[in-house]
């Protein structure tokens, strides 16, 4: 690492937030010899943000360009960071999007566009497929989507960023940024200081009590969500990612779903929790949504047991346009805002904040504070 002088360190960027966000950036800057320090408040394999637990969704299988392009880059650093580090991270399952709302025929139209694989099945194709799962539509099918591993994939990035130079510091809790000067901020931690040319701000659900006299930000709304690992009738193989949206009004709202090897069936609303404090959060399951989870898992699932089940408790931090936020405003680069579905582009959100630390291209305006 830099120079040190007293209780203050010397680099060029410090990272601060080491759940996946962070953790990309600071390997996509280490791998460019950049000096950095990556700064984690909690200790390694924590729970308390939005990057644990042991699957998330990928896909392609976006309506707009930007956001398929993203996920395609992301795809090749995913089988990249599993060269390095000797980790299998993504699963090819392929992927499922069904129920009556006019946005799966938009969905198809941009796959179309983007030249992404898809096709339609009929219903009763699809359940001949899946028997797992209940249609009543058609399903549009998505053949190159899975699921990633998070807390594996969090761990490959850190090792990937430590192996090219990076320090990773843990259990180190940043109290204030300072910002000094267009290319000078100052880092303090109960520990001591760190001064660099910049900072990426990589915390999330933290973003506005940390950040939100440092830059721009749109309105944030943190939220804990609560799906479950629902148990498997007969087999966890064979599950597909799935979706399912319906054009009238439900108590349901967006449902998505996949399997977590040795888990179950992870099921869960989309963006429904109660608003929450990220520090002061009981972690229990609003009882009338977990409730309404174990209908839906008993009417739309009958390859999985409603009535044995592990819930699990996480944070979404959402923006109004569910667009993520990755800007710079003088020295602090920020990302947040991820609208839970951000984990599958995470290497190349890294590429992106690295960018933008070093005075690179933009992302899309759609992501910038002026939106």
Known sequence: MGDTSGTTQSVDIVVVGGGAMGSAAAWQLARRGVDVV????????????ASHGASRIFRLSYPDPVHIALAREARELWRELEQLTGEHLLTVTGGADHGDHPSLSELA???AVAGVAHHWLAPREAAERWPGIRF????????????LHADRSVAAMQAAAAKSGAAVRHSTPVTSIEVLGEDAVLVHTDAGGYRARRVVAAVNAWAGKLLGRLAPL??????????????????????????????????????????????GIKVGFHGVGPEVDPDHR?????PGQLAALR???????????????TPISCTYTTTPDANFVLDRHGPVVVATGFSGHGFKFTPAIGRVLADLALDGPRPDRRFGFAR
């Open 38 to 49: 990556l700064l984690e408040r909690f200790a390694a394999g924590h729970t308390n943000g």
């Open 109 to 111: 139209s941009g796959l």
């Open 136 to 147: 009543d539509t058609r399903v549009l099918f998505h053949p190159d989507s899975g699921r």
């Open 218 to 263: 749109p309105p944030l709304r943190v939220t804990q969500e609560q799906p479950a690992h629902f148990a498997a009738r007969d087999t966890e193989d064979g599950w597909p990612s799935f979706g399912h949206r319906f054009a009238a009004e439900t108590v349901y709202g967006g449902i998505y779903g996949l399997a977590t090897p040795g888990e």
């Open 282 to 286: 009981d972690r229990t399951p609003e």
């Open 295 to 309: 209908d839906y898992a008993r009417r739309w699932l009958p390859g999985v047991d409603a009535d044995v089940f």
